[in-house]
């Protein structure tokens, strides 16, 4: 099955600095990749996707960039505000169909003014 | 506008005991699921269910069991549980052929 893996777990950085967050994955049949923002004591809430026929995308401060060949995709983060302080998750389709999302294990973001 | 609702946001319950968690969409979704969610671990698929009564293991099923009698309903249980279920546990659903995922807020679960 899919197997998706996150680097890194935590990561800090300075207000107005950028930040990316990679991940891999090991089924070539995956064709869907969604990132999930978790503000503290909330629930997940997806906040950009990708197909696997696009390389790119992009929503305001925030850009996905998925490389198949190489079978790993990474979020940009931006001119970066303590309000981008969260756990963010990527995530994987699993081909075996169902709509299954395989996880990867999550980074934690602190923005620090 | 909460669309996935779990009953509880905490849970405290004995080793041994059957637990019963629940969850309920409104947005008329085929797809349910249920996750564990551990620090260091990410989501961990439990079980999910594409339609009514059914239902297919996830990754980590040992323990666990689910059911759904209606299509809005998602029920997973611990038929006896142990403290290394201590968990938060994440409900989420979506419409079949489409992987946007609703999540409910969770429960967290200490067994002790």
């Known amino acids: 099955g899919e197997n998706v893996e996150q680097h890194p777990s935590t990561l800090s950085v300075q207000e107005g600095d950028s930040a990316v967050i990679k991940c891999t994955y090991s089924?070539?049949?995956?064709?869907?990749f969604p990132w999930y923002k978790q503000e503290l004591g909330k629930r997940p809430q997806l906040i950009i996707d990708?197909?696997?026929?696009?390389g790119e995308k992009k929503d305001q401060r925030i850009a996905v960039t998925l490389n198949k060949t190489a079978k790993h995709f990474s979020l940009h983060i931006t001119e970066t505000q303590p309000e981008d302080s969260a756990v963010y998750f990527c995530?994987?389709?699993?081909?075996?169909?169902?709509?299954?999302?395989?996880f990867g294990a999550g980074t934690r973001l602190a923005v620090h003014p | 506008d909460v669309k996935v609702t779990q009953s509880s946001r905490y849970l405290v319950k004995r080793t041994g005991e059957k637990v019963f968690l629940e969850c309920v969409q409104d947005?008329?979704?085929?797809?349910m699921f249920w996750y564990r969610q551990d620090p260091g671990l990410g989501l961990r698929l439990i079980y999910f269910?594409?339609?009514?009564?059914?239902?297919e293991k996830g990754d980590i099923p040992e323990g666990y069991s689910v059911s759904r009698e209606k299509k809005e309903r998602f029920s997973l249980i611990l038929e006896s549980a142990s403290t290394n279920q201590t968990s938060m546990y994440l409900c989420?659903?979506?419409?079949?052929?489409?992987?946007?995922?609703?999540f409910g807020s969770g429960t967290r679960l200490t067994v002790v």
């Open positions: 989420a659903s979506s419409f079949q052929g489409n992987y946007g995922y609703t």
């Open positions: 089924d070539s049949a995956s064709n869907y």
């Open positions: 990708i197909r696997s026929n696009v």
């Open positions: 995530a994987a389709s699993d081909s075996g169909g169902y709509n299954k999302l395989i």
């Open positions: 947005m008329d979704h085929e797809n």
């Open positions: 269910s594409y339609d009514v009564k059914m239902k």
